[in-house]
C-alpha cells in the first residue's frame, strides 16, 4: 500500500469498517458525482458532508451572494463571507475538507437552457433550492436526462424529502406528480417563510443520506415521501404514487 491509500484509508476507517461499505463501498463513493443546486441551507450541509464521506466530484450552482440573514443555518459561511458568492466560498470550504474532490462552481440560476451543461455528467442531482420555477426545471431536466433527483424543502420546524426516478420505472413518480400545483407556501423561499437551523441543516443531512444510500445500492425507494416535524420529533413516510396526468413525466 502506498502512501496515498494509506492516507485514504485512515481518513475513511470509520466508514470501511462498516459491512455494509468496506473498501468497494468507499470506492463507489470515491467514484460518484452529484451535483448541488442551491447553496443556501439545503446545499451547503448536503455539500458538506457529501464531501466528508469522499464523494469524488461535486458541482456547485447558485446564483446568490452570502448575506447576514443566511447565517443562522448556512454552514461553512461566516461574516467574513458576506457579500461574496455562495458557490465560490462553498467550494473554497470543501476544497478544505477535502482535498482531493473535483469541484466545479457556476455563479448562475439554473434554467432550462444551462442545466444540461452545469451539471454534465453528474448521475445525482440534489435540488437544494427554494422556489417552485427552479424545481420545475431541474425535475423535468432529471427526466429527460436520466438522473437520480433528490429533493427537499423546509418550513419553520418541517422538512420534507424524496428521491425520485420517474424515467426508470413507469408507476415511479416526478416532483411534479407530487406538487402538481403552485402552492403559497412552496412560492415562498425561506427569508419570507422563516426556518430554525438544525431544521435546515437536517434537510440537507438527509438528501446526503439518500444519495450515499443510492450511490452504496443499500436503499432506493423512489416511492417514498419522507415528512419529518421538528418540533414533535415524528418522522412519518407516506407512499407517493404517480399522477397519470401528470404533464413533466408521461
Ligand atoms: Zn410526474
Redesign the pocket.
Known amino acids: 500500500m502506498n502512501k496515498r491509500e494509506q492516507y485514504l484509508m485512515e481518513k475513511y476507517s470509520r466508514q470501511i469498517m462498516m459491512e455494509q461499505i468496506g473498501i468497494s463501498g468507499q470506492k463507489k463513493i470515491f467514484n460518484s458525482s452529484v451535483s448541488v443546486i442551491g447553496c443556501g441551507g439545503l446545499g451547503t450541509s448536503a455539500a458538506q458532508y457529501l464531501s466528508m464521506s469522499g464523494v469524488g466530484s461535486l458541482t456547485l450552482i447558485d446564483d446568490d451572494k452570502v448575506s447576514l440573514s443566511n447565517l443562522n443555518r448556512q454552514t461553512l459561511f461566516t461574516e467574513k463571507d458576506i457579500g461574496k458568492s455562495k458557490s465560490v466560498v462553498l467550494s473554497e470550504k470543501i476544497k478544505s475538507i477535502n482535498n482531493s474532490i473535483k469541484i466545479v462552481y457556476f455563479k448562475k440560476k439554473v434554467t432550462s437552457k444551462n442545466i444540461k451543461r452545469f451539471v454534465g455528467k453528474d448521475k445525482i442531482v440534489l435540488d437544494c433550492t427554494d422556489n417552485y420555477e427552479s424545481r420545475l426545471v431541474i425535475n423535468r431536466f432529471c427526466h429527460l436526462e436520466k438522473k437520480i433527483l433528490i429533493s427537499a424543502a423546509l418550513q419553520n420546524f418541517e422538512l420534507q424529502a424524496f428521491m425520485t426516478s ?1 424515467w426508470s420505472k413507469q408507476d415511479n ?2 416532483y ?2 407530487i406538487f402538481p400545483e403552485l402552492k403559497k407556501d412552496t412560492a415562498m423561499s425561506c427569508d419570507e417563510m422563516g426556518i430554525i437551523a438544525p431544521v435546515a441543516g437536517l434537510g440537507g443531512l438527509i438528501q446526503a443520506n439518500l444519495a450515499i444510500n443510492f450511490i452504496l445500492k443499500l436503499k432506493g425507494n423512489f416511492k417514498e415521501l419522507i415528512l419529518f416535524d421538528c418540533l414533535n420529533l415524528d418522522l412519518k413516510k407516506i407512499k407517493i404514487t ?2 397519470k396526468k ?1 404533464s ?2 408521461d
Do not use: G, L, T, V
Open positions: 420517474s413518480p416526478c411534479k406528480c404517480k399522477n401528470c413533466e413525466c
